[in-house]
């Protein structure tokens, strides 16, 4: 059973950092993508950053909304089985409930990371809080 475990969120003033973490489970860092989301009341949820690795295309991608770029920062440790989202200078903007999410169907490319539609796996989410 595929399982995404978010963590790490909280309260943190604006010019701070946070560290998300995603503990995945029952499946392989192999082919896959892993993305973070953010959704803020009232708004519809948007990819912030997606990590892609086509094993047989032998292609590794890494992508980020314009909002976050050089601020936010993807990694995985696949001996843990897991991906963390590294947030600096965070600003009140940012705040939101920010989910993993991991599709292992091969749907997601460069073309559609940012979309809810190309991950068929995701976390409960965790909540970022940015005061100004």
């Known amino acids: 059973e595929v399982q995404l475990q978010a963590s790490g969120g909280g309260l943190v003033q604006a010019g701070g950092s946070l560290r998300l973490s995603c503990a995945a489970s029952?499946?392989?860092?192999?082919?896959?993508?892993i993305a973070w989301f953010r959704q803020a009341p009232g708004k519809e949820r948007e990819g912030v950053s997606s990590?892609?690795?086509?094993?047989?295309?032998?292609?590794?991608?890494?992508f980020y909304a314009d909002s976050v770029k050089g601020r936010f920062t993807i990694s995985i440790d696949s001996a843990k089985n897991t991906v963390y989202l590294q947030m600096n200078d965070l600003k009140p903007e940012d705040s939101a409930v920010y989910y993993c999410a991991a599709d292992l169907r091969s749907a997601a490319y460069s073309s559609n990371w940012p979309y809810v539609f190309a991950y068929d796996y995701w976390g409960q989410g965790t909540l970022v809080t940015v005061s100004s």
């Open positions: 029952g499946f392989t860092f192999d082919d896959y993508a």
């Open positions: 990590h892609i690795r086509r094993r047989i295309l032998n292609e590794r991608d890494t």
